[in-house]
């Protein structure tokens, strides 16, 4: 799945919704980012992954929490791919998380994100 091309940005904002089914076992969600090229091929600009917020989605699934709570808190670490604490809560009967990963295989440069996993059921 592809998102939209942001040209001539250095800090470029998708501000797109993309909808994934989700199979059983959970896979990793994997996250690339390249710089289009018109004559020549993409260059890669960094790569991340995201794999526990899907799996608290599961959790939540079987729970019967029916108010806000929070299911998991990723801490931030020096060095680590995420350089600010993130919650993973269920608002709204919706399991959802706002995260900010580190790219990897890159000098620098982050991604933000506001993930939000919901049933097929809703």
Request: net charge negative.
């Amino acid at each position: 799945m592809k998102t939209k091309v942001v040209k001539s940005s250095l800090n470029p904002v998708w501000n797109e919704r993309l909808m994934l089914s989700i199979p059983d076992p959970i896979p990793v969600l994997k996250l690339q980012v390249l710089d289009k090229d018109t004559f020549t091929t993409d260059d890669r600009m960094g790569e991340a992954e995201i794999e526990p917020l899907v799996a608290a989605a599961r959790a939540y699934e079987a729970s019967t929490i029916t108010d806000t709570a929070q299911l998991n808190k990723w801490m931030a670490k020096d060095g680590i791919w995420i350089p600010r604490d993130s919650t993973i809560s269920i608002v709204n009967g919706k399991v959802k998380q706002v995260v900010t990963v580190r790219l990897q295989n890159v000098e620098r440069g982050h991604l933000e994100m506001e993930l939000e996993c919901v049933p097929l059921t809703q």
